[in-house]
């Protein structure tokens, strides 16, 4: 199933601050910092992971809906599962 391109660079855009947001942790807990904000910021970065892969299920259900053939029918039993291993 092929994503749409600026669906695709959304998420893309997303992974990048989750990446920064992990490197901050690493950095905090490298310098001792309280485990609140560590835990905190590890929340964040957890959300974040999961909204992007939401965006990428949804942009596909979104596809699958619309075109109807057999193998759309095939790939949204596909994203479905998907979407409960996130959820």
Same mark, same amino acid.
């Given at each position: ?6 669906? +695709? !660079? *959304? /998420?893309?855009?997303? +992974?990048?601050? /989750? ?12 310098? !001792? ?8 910021? %590890? ?5 974040? %992971? *999961?909204?992007? !892969? ?6 596909? %259900?979104?596809?699958?809906?619309? *075109?109807?053939?057999?193998?759309? /029918?095939? *790939? ?12």
């Amino acid at each position: 199933m092929e994503l749409n391109e600026e669906v +695709l !660079g *959304d /998420v893309v855009k997303r +992974l990048r601050r /989750v990446q920064g947001q992990v490197g901050g942790i690493v950095q905090m807990i490298e310098s !001792g910092r309280d485990c609140k904000d560590v835990i905190t910021q %590890l929340a964040a970065a957890s959300r974040a %992971l *999961d909204r992007a !892969g939401f965006k990428l299920i949804a942009s596909g %259900l979104e596809q699958c809906i619309a *075109d109807g053939s057999e193998q759309s /029918v095939a *790939d949204r039993a596909q994203l479905e599962k998907l979407f409960l291993a996130l959820a």
